[in-house]
């Protein structure tokens, strides 16, 4: 079993959309929680970072971690195609600074 | 600026090449690392430096060769690669200490002929 477990999709949604991205992970030493946006041939974009559990709301993105549950989610509201990408979950563990990441889910938005 | 630097943007070598990829970040992180991706796979951990010293390698062969020659720049050396090497190599950077939400620079696309 990965420690990660995100499902790769391709997601498609029509413009204006609320998307929903998940990821289960299985170590429960995981305590710093983020998700990064990459669109193709290009590096990870940090979109949002979350320290343990709770929700955290940027503009159209809210990040929502449930350490009870090991499950943390992406919500996009008013979904644009430019958010077409890959979406990556990421987490680590206190004393490790390297990042676990999930397999990413691609998202493609049509207009 | 908010900005982590990757040169060049691509690179084709040979595999009897010596070239070398930088890297370089004026946020002042002290964390600084590389990592390979493949194509519709999730980045890959390679190394890890901390206030310039290798404190992660994961066990990567000796044909890379990484290099901190200061707080703001990082290198990859590469030599005697395989078909097998070619990918996107991501520099990333944090600030140290415990929170590690990493920025990364575009990458270098690598092709090993």
């Known amino acids: 079993q990965k420690e990660v477990e995100q499902d790769p999709g391709p997601l498609s949604v029509p413009e204006g959309a609320i998307v929903s991205l998940n990821c289960t992970y299985s170590n429960s030493a995981f305590q710093y929680f983020m998700w990064y946006r990459q669109y193709s041939r290009k590096g990870p974009e940090l979109l949002m970072y979350?320290?343990?559990?709770g929700n955290k709301e940027d503009g159209r993105f809210t990040a929502q971690v449930d350490k009870s549950s090991k499950y943390i989610s992406l919500f996009i509201r008013d979904s644009q195609p430019s958010d077409s990408a890959t979406y990556l979950c990421a987490m680590s563990g206190t004393g490790r600074r390297a990042l676990t990441f999930g397999s990413g889910t691609r998202l493609q938005v049509q207009p | 600026d908010t900005e982590v630097t990757q040169t060049p943007k691509h690179l084709v070598m040979g595999m009897t090449n010596k070239k070398s990829l930088k890297c370089e970040q004026h946020?002042?992180?002290?964390?600084m690392y590389w990592y390979k991706q493949k194509a519709k796979k999730p980045p890959e951990l390679m190394f890890v430096y901390s206030y310039e010293k290798l404190s992660i390698n994961e066990s990567v062969p000796s044909r890379f060769s990484p290099e901190c020659p200061n707080s703001s720049l990082l290198n990859l050396h590469l030599h005697a690669l395989q078909p097998e090497d070619s990918a996107l190599y991501l520099c990333?950077?944090?600030?140290?200490?415990?929170?590690?939400?990493?920025?990364f620079g575009s990458g270098t696309q690598l092709s090993v002929l």
């Open positions: 946020m002042g992180h002290r964390a």
């Open positions: 990333a950077s944090s600030q140290g200490g415990e929170a590690p939400n990493l920025f």
């Open positions: 979350t320290y343990s559990s």
